[in-house]
């Protein structure tokens, strides 16, 4: 029976990446409006296309979505949102189902994957993180897509998190970003991402509904970088804790 779910499983995976990059081709043509619209427009139009085809790929990829908490948008300036990091699930969800448009921090090796590289570069501040320079560029990049009223999304963990914690450390960059900016934070949790398609092993889909949750927003008035990131950081791990079965 063990040995079935795994064959399942490896073939469910197979299909998802087979109709990821289907779906692809279908919607990539849109994405040739990008560079001739000026920012925000062509973040939102960039978002709105990916949501499009998200929808589709996780419809015949047999994923259910939710989103809760959407509530803690309502009249919020433009914040810096952490996410929670657990599978290669998480960015093509959490960019474009998060409710308002934003544009999200990515390695500059994913630019070079033929056709989806170039769709995802639009939708991100891309950095080298072997390069100080870069990465200096890419916080002065994040500083501008902030002062565009975008949400700037960052994954705090820097990579998925494989461990049997309920998260990685934090990297310091957002935390440091909404001091310096005096823009909130909200932290959003994505469940059962890590369940239904794991690191380990790879190719390996077990479909089944993600939940996207959006918490409260934390200020950054009066706090340093690493207070502020104490603070998210325990608040996510605790509802991670709590809420992942």
């Not at 960039?46 to 998200?54: C, D, F, G, I, V």
Request: glycine fraction near 4%; aromatic fraction near 12%; charged fraction near 20%.
């Amino acid at each position: 029976m063990k040995l079935l779910k795994k064959i399942i499983a490896r073939i469910l995976a197979v299909w998802a990446l087979l109709m990821f990059a289907s779906t692809m081709f279908i919607f990539m043509w849109f994405y040739f409006i990008c560079p001739l619209l000026p920012e925000p427009k062509k973040t939102q139009w960039h978002r709105q296309l990916s949501r499009l085809w998200m929808r589709l790929f996780m419809i015949l990829s047999g994923i259910r979505f939710k989103v809760k908490g959407k509530e803690v948008f309502e009249g919020l300036e433009n914040a810096i949102v952490v996410c929670n990091h657990n599978s290669l699930l998480d960015i093509p969800v959490s960019f474009p189902f998060l409710p308002r448009a934003n544009k999200t921090i990515a390695k500059k090796s994913f630019s070079y994957i033929p056709l989806f590289g170039w769709i995802y570069s639009y939708g991100t501040v891309l950095v080298d993180r072997k390069s100080n320079k870069s990465r200096q560029e890419s916080y002065e990049q994040m500083k501008h897509v902030l002062t565009h009223g975008l949400d700037m999304l960052i994954y705090p963990e820097g990579t998925r998190n494989i461990t049997d914690a309920p998260l990685k450390s934090f990297y310091d960059g957002a935390f440091k970003l909404a001091v310096d900016t005096q823009k909130p934070i909200v932290p959003v949790i994505l469940l059962h991402t890590k369940k239904m398609l794991p690191a380990k092993p790879a190719m390996y889909l077990t479909p089944g509904k993600i939940e996207m949750h959006i918490l409260p927003a934390v200020f950054p008035h009066d706090k340093t970088a690493d207070e502020l990131k104490k603070i998210v950081y325990d608040i996510m791990a605790n509802y991670y804790l709590a809420n992942e079965k």
